[in-house]
């Protein structure tokens, strides 16, 4: 297990903690207002498989119910660049506003990735 990517973002009054693992042909996300991380919600994402086509990543939310719109919408968008299956855990303790998480976490990975492909 190899650690690609490590970022804090901090927003008005709490911080999100983001770690991207690349395993064998997958990659593991942790998102966490805890720097100890946790379990939280788990959701796999795996990519389209049909070359050429703009089809949507499926998604699985394999436990967790608390924040579904932002699991998955980051493992689809996560599963997408990476274009591996990829497993996110979501461990959130205080109330946030997902939309605001959303747009700064998809924004920075699209980023990283465009930046540096090799992470794939």
Known sequence: MK?????????????IFLKLFQLHKSHL???????DMGIGEVTLSSPTTIEGLKANSS???LFGMHHNTLNSIIAKRAAHLCQTPVLTLVFLAHQIEDQEV????VNFLNQVM??????K
Do not use: C
Request: hydrophobic share 35%; proline share 3%.
């Open 114 to 119: 465009k930046k540096d492909p090799k992470n």
């Open 3 to 15: 650690e690609i990517i490590t970022k804090i973002f901090e927003f008005e009054d709490f911080s």
């Open 59 to 61: 998604t699985y939310n």
């Open 102 to 105: 959303i747009k700064t976490i």
């Open 29 to 35: 996300l942790l998102l966490s207002d805890k720097e």
